[in-house]
């Protein structure tokens, strides 16, 4: 029987799927004994990794019980398995994933995975897996089912990325991964990378990691695999010195797994569910019981499948890889000006974390300037030392050390801006002092260098009013720190021409930031967005609700902190600060605070340990804040609470829509996933908004039709 006659569901599913190939070839080994050579090839170029998707693992499935039957009657001596030019398999076809008709249907997929990649497990010859290249998710998993391993030193990266995207390694990895190179290893590959910024392995670590028993240069790396096979075949002993002991499995396995959850719970809250169920297959996995361990994946894994988290997260995953990289709005790039040299008025600490990310990247002259002549010898000196840093490090060579830093100047003469092609300002967060900054450098500049405004909340327009070339005037606000945060919003004024714009929107993408076109509106995006969380947060204390109601009522937005914790990160008085600015726009819809500004003058909120972790609300601050809660004022309970902020927050974002702040929904995602940290598996504030309920209930409809959700069948 084929198997896809064991899987009937996924046989009969109609998928869009560009199938990965099995092509068999025997190969004589020099010992005289035969290897039977498995190529996945899906036939498309290098732009096109191979991907593992129902009827690639079918085809798959059918050849390797071919072999298998073969080296059963003793007509082959041994089974590989490697991939075309540059790839082994990117993973799952997760773009099919996603469509899939009902939990039934996704309960299949997982199990098939297991009946596919098992049959390199406990066959009649040995089984080896040559990485040639690009190695992720179900790819890395089947060099897992495997007994041995090599990787190609070349390869781009190898890595087991499911968490970040709402699954788990349900193919095997989970409960194969541990028992080959120890619990805590696993865990890093497993849980600490993906949720990392998706870190991925390279071959050197994957190899030193124990995934991979040998290495082999790019050059002959096919022909020293197979001679290594040819070898071990003759007996050739095999360390793996990082295998689990008795000792790991008995101590070092239960604490590991302790602190894991704990981090996570500490980073990510609890409200994401793949990578917990990660933890509990991975715990399972210390009785080293494969076929307990991969019904314990079916089992999370269907879940996972059918489950909102995993579709949002592909949702999210598709706006950073796709949309961010077309945003919308966008003006013909061929407008853009060149930009030959940078300077930056201010000279304080995001001035020169602006300094040291444009020298790094654009490789251009920078200057700074500021007040006075200290303050600018000082901000140099303290960029200088950060190149100096980043030298020491080695993360830079001791060439570009002394190329960056000549490239970094300061002067108090705003002469010297005259041959800049793009001007920053970084100074107060202040009209005036915006204004009169653009006002004293505009006369000494070109009439082609562009001006930039790096406001988080003032009018952009406003900022422009007294220009004589307002037209070159463009919004460029970064998010803190400056070099980590991938998010730049682009705020286009009524004047701000499109040879600016597209300027701007270069300059961001050689940045390697990630940029989206925003109206001229109080807060643009993530301001006004969590303007209106944070708002919502202190009108609530202010009006009798506990601090420990208001974070249990926004616990299911997925935050990994709470909304206090937020405030003080992002500065009492930056937070005052925002909260005057939306309040003074929209006095219906946003809240002023008296408690936060008397908050921020005494400079409390949170009670912090000796790490500067926080302990809770500070006592001081729960009395400051009870002094300004008017009599007769009635808390509401969590459930009000949550009802109030999540609605508050549809009503907000459709008016954002509807005055066209941005083109879609998808831009506010992408804007809060980027720029606030928004968890991937939620898919960005609208797709949860519309699972909530809140959209339907703020304004009778949906942000998305159909909803971001998985299937309810």
Same mark, same amino acid.
């Given at each position: 029987?084929?198997?896809?006659?064991?899987?009937?569901?996924?046989?009969?599913?109609?998928?869009?799927?560009?199938?990965?190939?099995?092509?068999?070839?025997?190969?004589?080994?020099?010992?005289?004994?035969?290897?039977?050579?498995?190529?996945?090839?899906?036939?498309?170029?290098?732009?096109?990794?191979?991907?593992?998707?129902?009827?690639?693992?079918?085809?798959?499935?059918?050849?390797?019980?071919?072999?298998?039957?073969?080296?059963?009657?003793?007509?082959?001596?041994?089974?590989?398995?490697?991939?075309?030019?540059?790839?082994?398999?990117?993973?799952?076809?997760?773009?099919?994933?996603?469509?899939?008709?009902?939990?039934?249907?996704?309960?299949?997929?997982?199990?098939?995975?297991?009946?596919?990649?098992?049959?390199?497990?406990?066959?009649?010859?040995?089984?080896?897996?040559?990485?040639?290249?690009?190695?992720?998710?179900?790819?890395?998993?089947?060099?897992?089912?495997?007994?041995?391993?090599?990787?190609?030193?070349?390869?781009?990266?190898?890595?087991?990325?499911?968490?970040?995207?709402?699954?788990?390694?349900?193919?095997?990895?989970?409960?194969?991964?541990?028992?080959?190179?120890?619990?805590?290893?696993?865990?890093?590959?497993?849980?600490?990378?993906?949720?990392?910024?998706?870190?991925?392995?390279?071959?050197?670590?994957?190899?030193?990691?124990?995934?991979?028993?040998?290495?082999?240069?790019?050059?002959?790396?096919?022909?020293?695999?197979?001679?290594?096979?040819?070898?071990?075949?003759?007996?050739?002993?095999?360390?793996?010195?990082?295998?689990?002991?008795?000792?790991?499995?008995?101590?070092?396995?239960?604490?590991?797994?302790?602190?894991?959850?704990?981090?996570?719970?500490?980073?990510?809250?609890?409200?994401?569910?793949?990578?917990?169920?990660?933890?509990?297959?991975?715990?399972?996995?210390?009785?080293?019981?494969?076929?307990?361990?991969?019904?314990?994946?079916?089992?999370?894994?269907?879940?996972?499948?059918?489950?909102? /988290?995993?579709?949002?997260?592909?949702?999210?995953?598709?706006?950073? /890889?796709?949309?961010?990289?077309?945003?919308?709005?966008?003006?013909?790039?061929?407008?853009?000006?060149?930009?030959?040299?940078?300077?930056?008025?201010?000279?304080?600490?995001?001035?020169?974390?602006?300094?040291?990310?444009?020298?790094?990247?654009?490789?251009?002259?920078?200057?700074?300037?500021?007040?006075?002549?200290?303050?600018?010898?000082?901000?140099?000196?303290?960029?200088?030392?950060?190149?100096?840093?980043?030298?020491?490090?080695?993360?830079?060579?001791?060439?570009?050390?002394?190329?960056?830093?000549?490239?970094?100047?300061?002067?108090?003469?705003?002469?010297?801006?005259?041959?800049?092609?793009?001007?920053?300002?970084?100074?107060?967060?202040?009209?005036?002092?915006?204004? /009169?900054?653009?006002?004293?450098?505009?006369?000494?500049?070109?009439?082609?260098?562009?001006?930039?405004?790096?406001?988080?909340?003032?009018?952009?327009?406003?900022?422009?009013?007294?220009?004589?070339?307002?037209?070159?005037?463009?919004?460029?606000?970064?998010?803190?720190?400056?070099?980590?945060?991938?998010?730049?919003?682009?705020?286009?004024?009524?004047?701000?021409?499109?040879?600016?714009?597209?300027?701007?929107?270069?300059?961001?993408?050689?940045?390697?930031?990630?940029?989206?076109?925003?109206?001229?509106?109080?807060?643009?995006?993530?301001?006004?967005?969590?303007?209106?969380?944070?708002?919502?947060?202190?009108?609530?204390?202010?009006?009798?609700?506990?601090?420990?109601?208001?974070?249990?009522?926004?616990?299911?937005?997925?935050?990994?902190?709470?909304?206090?914790?937020?405030?003080?990160?992002?500065?009492?008085?930056?937070?005052?600060?925002?909260?005057?600015?939306?309040?003074?726009?929209?006095?219906?819809?946003?809240?002023?605070?008296?408690?936060?500004?008397?908050?921020?003058?005494?400079?409390?909120?949170?009670?912090?340990?000796?790490?500067?972790?926080?302990?809770?609300?500070?006592?001081?601050?729960?009395?400051?804040?009870?002094?300004?809660?008017?009599?007769?004022?009635?808390?509401?309970?969590?459930?009000?609470?949550?009802?109030?902020?999540?609605?508050?927050?549809?009503?907000?974002?459709?008016?954002?829509?509807?005055?066209?702040?941005?083109?879609?929904?998808?831009?506010?995602?992408?804007?809060?996933?980027?720029?606030?940290?928004?968890?991937?598996?939620?898919?960005?504030?609208?797709?949860?908004?519309?699972?909530?309920?809140?959209? /339907?209930?703020?304004?009778?409809?949906?942000?998305?039709?159909?909803?971001?959700?998985?299937?309810?069948?």
């Amino acid at each position: 029987m084929a198997i896809r006659d064991e899987f009937p569901l996924l046989a009969a599913a109609e998928f869009d799927e560009v199938v990965t190939h099995s092509y068999v070839r025997d190969v004589r080994l020099a010992s005289g004994k035969t290897l039977a050579l498995l190529t996945l090839d899906n036939g498309r170029d290098h732009t096109r990794p191979s991907t593992l998707g129902p009827e690639t693992l079918f085809e798959l499935g059918d050849a390797l019980e071919t072999q298998r039957s073969r080296a059963s009657k003793g007509e082959i001596d041994a089974i590989a398995v490697t991939g075309k030019p540059y790839f082994l398999a990117a993973g799952a076809d997760l773009s099919n994933v996603t469509k899939l008709p009902d939990r039934a249907t996704a309960a299949e997929l997982p199990k098939l995975g297991h009946r596919v990649l098992g049959l390199l497990h406990k066959a009649p010859v040995p089984t080896f897996v040559f990485i040639n290249g690009l190695a992720l998710g179900g790819g890395l998993e089947i060099g897992l089912n495997a007994d041995y391993r090599t990787i190609n030193a070349a390869a781009p990266a190898v890595a087991l990325p499911e968490t970040f995207l709402g699954l788990l390694p349900g193919w095997g990895g989970a409960t194969i991964l541990p028992n080959l190179i120890g619990i805590e290893r696993a865990l890093k590959v497993v849980i600490e990378n993906p949720l990392k910024q998706n870190r991925v392995l390279k071959p050197q670590e994957a190899f030193e990691l124990g995934i991979a028993d040998a290495i082999f240069g790019s050059a002959n790396y096919l022909e020293a695999s197979i001679q290594w096979a040819d070898a071990v075949l003759g007996g050739k002993k095999v360390d793996r010195q990082h295998a689990p002991g008795t000792l790991e499995r008995t101590v070092k396995w239960p604490i590991a797994l302790k602190i894991a959850r704990e981090t996570l719970e500490k980073r990510l809250g609890t409200v994401a569910l793949a990578p917990y169920r990660a933890l509990d297959i991975m715990e399972l996995a210390k009785k080293n019981d494969r076929e307990a361990g991969f019904a314990a994946e079916d089992a999370a894994l269907a879940e996972l499948i059918a489950g909102d /988290q995993f579709v949002a997260s592909i949702y999210a995953f598709d706006l950073v /890889q796709k949309r961010a990289k077309r945003p919308a709005g966008a003006p013909d790039k061929a407008l853009a000006k060149r930009v030959s040299k940078v300077g930056i008025i201010g000279a304080g600490l995001m001035a020169s974390q602006f300094a040291l990310l444009f020298v790094r990247r654009l490789q251009v002259p920078v200057i700074i300037t500021d007040l006075d002549q200290a303050r600018v010898d000082k901000a140099v000196a303290g960029i200088h030392g950060e190149i100096d840093t980043l030298a020491e490090k080695g993360r830079i060579s001791g060439d570009e050390k002394h190329r960056l830093r000549a490239l970094i100047t300061g002067t108090v003469d705003k002469a010297d801006f005259a041959d800049c092609d793009w001007v920053i300002e970084a100074v107060f967060e202040e009209l005036s002092v915006k204004q /009169q900054v653009f006002a004293e450098v505009e006369p000494h500049l070109s009439e082609t260098a562009v001006m930039a405004t790096n406001t988080s909340s003032l009018s952009v327009e406003q900022i422009g009013a007294n220009l004589a070339h307002p037209e070159r005037l463009v919004g460029f606000h970064f998010f803190n720190p400056v070099a980590v945060m991938p998010l730049i919003e682009v705020v286009k004024t009524p004047s701000t021409d499109d040879a600016t714009l597209a300027t701007a929107m270069r300059v961001a993408k050689d940045l390697k930031k990630n940029a989206v076109i925003t109206r001229d509106t109080p807060g643009f995006v993530v301001n006004r967005v969590l303007a209106k969380l944070l708002g919502e947060a202190m009108h609530a204390v202010e009006q009798g609700s506990s601090f420990e109601d208001v974070v249990a009522a926004q616990r299911a937005f997925g935050f990994p902190m709470d909304p206090f914790v937020l405030l003080d990160l992002v500065g009492l008085k930056v937070g005052a600060h925002v909260l005057d600015t939306h309040h003074g726009a929209f006095p219906d819809r946003f809240f002023e605070s008296k408690a936060l500004h008397e908050l921020a003058e005494q400079g409390i909120l949170l009670e912090k340990d000796s790490k500067g972790e926080s302990k809770g609300i500070d006592k001081r601050a729960r009395k400051i804040v009870a002094k300004h809660t008017p009599a007769g004022a009635k808390p509401l309970s969590v459930e009000e609470l949550r009802l109030r902020i999540e609605d508050g927050l549809a009503d907000e974002i459709k008016r954002m829509l509807d005055d066209e702040v941005v083109e879609a929904a998808e831009d506010i995602d992408l804007c809060m996933i980027l720029g606030a940290g928004w968890p991937f598996q939620m898919g960005g504030i609208t797709p949860f908004l519309d699972r909530s309920g809140a959209s /339907q209930r703020a304004f009778g409809g949906t942000f998305h039709d159909p909803q971001i959700a998985g299937p309810k069948a």
